[in-house]
Structure formats: structure tokens, C-alpha cells
Nanobody, 125 residues
Framework: QVQLVESGGGLVQVGDSLRLSCAAS????????MGWFRQAPGKERVFVAA????????SYADSVKGRFTISRDNAKNTVYLQMNSLKPEDTAAYYC??????????????????WGQGTQVTVSS
């Protein structure tokens, strides 16, 4: 049974940084692409970032390019999202997701089979 557990969210000020973590279990972590999505109150869940199996290929939403960095540690079965220069519009619940065996990192949520419960990030001005 696949489990994804996010951590690292919190309340921060504009311009601050946070690092989210997502610990995975249940299947061979290094065989699956990983992604981060976010959902603000009253809005749809949207893509944030994705990373390939080895971590050599990454993809970002335009809204976070240059500020967020996705990475993974396959030895620790963990994917990270480093968020810098946070803005109020980054406020959302952040979800990690695991894609399909051997596939490329995707931006569409339907390409991901497993999801974590989410961690809240609130950026106060």
C-alpha cells in the first residue's frame, strides 16, 4: 500500500522560505516520478513542480519558476519542495503525488495515481 506523507508547512511572512518534504512508502520510490500540486481555498488543485525518476529532469509552473526547487533523495524515499521568496498567493494546501511506473514527470493531475493528505502553507503579508 502506497503512502505519501507531507510535512514542513506552516505560517510564514512574505519573502520567507519553507521546505516541504514528502516521505513515500509502499513501492520502489526510485521507479516513479513525483510531483507537487497545490490548492487554494475555493480553487482547483494546480500543478507546482515535478521531477523525474533520477531527479535529472524537472518541470515547474510559471508562477513558481525561479523561486521553488523540487528535488528527491531516492535513498530516503523522499521528495522535497524548497520554496523561496514566498508570496501571499502561494498560500494553499500543498500535496505531493506519485506518478506511473517509469513515466516522465507530468503536469496533469490525472497522470498521478497516489496522493498525500496535504500540508498547509500560509504566507502572511
Amino acid at each position: 500500500q502506497v503512502q505519501l506523507v507531507e510535512s514542513g508547512g506552516g505560517l510564514v511572512q512574505v519573502g520567507d522560505s519553507l521546505r516541504l518534504s514528502c516521505a513515500a512508502s509502499g513501492r520502489t520510490f526510485s521507479a516513479y516520478p513525483m510531483g507537487w500540486f497545490r490548492q487554494a481555498p475555493g480553487k482547483e488543485r494546480v500543478f507546482v513542480a515535478a521531477i523525474s525518476l533520477s531527479g535529472s529532469l524537472t518541470s515547474y509552473a510559471d508562477s513558481v519558476k525561479g523561486r521553488f526547487t523540487i528535488s528527491r533523495d531516492n535513498a530516503k524515499n523522499t521528495v522535497y519542495l524548497q520554496m523561496n521568496s514566498l508570496k501571499p498567493e502561494d498560500t494553499a494546501a500543498y500535496y505531493c503525488a506519485q506518478g506511473r511506473l517509469g513515466s516522465l514527470p507530468a503536469q496533469r493531475s490525472r497522470e498521478y495515481d497516489y496522493w498525500g493528505q496535504g500540508t498547509q502553507v500560509t504566507v502572511s503579508s
